[in-house]
Nanobody, 124 residues
C-alpha cells in the first residue's frame, strides 16, 4: 500500500502563488509516476501534471503550462506542485496520485493510489 498526504492548499488572490506538497509513504515506486489532478465543483477530475520518479520527466495539461511546475525530491519521497500566476479558474480540490508504471498517464484510471486532496481557492 501507498499512502499519499497532500498539503499546502489555501486561499490566494489572483496572480499569487502556492506550493502543494505530496508526501508518499509505505510502498514506493522508484520507476513509477506521480501525478496531480484537480476537481472543481460540478466538474470531473482533470489531469494537471505528472512526473516520473526515476527520470524526472514531466508532463503538463495545456491549461497550466508555463504557470505550474511539478518536481520531486526522491530522498523525501515528496512531490511538489509550484503554482504561479494563479487564476480564479484554478480553484479546485487538488489530488496527488501514484502509479507503479512510468510514462504519460493523463487519466484517473492510470493511477492506483490517491491522496485525500487539498483545497485551493483563488479569489478575483
Amino acid at each position: 500500500q501507498v499512502q499519499l498526504v497532500e498539503s499546502g492548499g489555501g486561499l490566494v488572490q489572483a496572480g499569487g502563488s502556492l506550493r502543494l506538497s505530496c508526501a508518499a509513504s509505505g510502498r514506493t515506486f522508484t520507476g513509477g509516476t506521480m501525478g496531480w489532478f484537480r476537481q472543481a465543483p460540478g466538474k470531473e477530475r482533470e489531469f494537471v501534471a505528472a512526473i516520473n520518479w526515476s527520470s524526472g520527466y514531466t508532463y503538463y495539461a495545456d491549461s497550466v503550462k508555463g504557470r505550474l511546475t511539478i518536481s520531486r525530491d526522491n530522498a523525501k519521497n515528496t512531490v511538489y506542485l509550484q503554482m504561479n500566476s494563479l487564476k480564479p479558474e484554478d480553484t479546485a480540490v487538488y489530488y496527488c496520485a501514484a502509479s507503479p508504471s512510468a510514462g504519460y498517464r493523463p487519466t484517473i484510471w492510470g493511477y492506483d493510489y490517491w491522496g485525500q486532496g487539498t483545497q485551493v481557492t483563488v479569489s478575483s
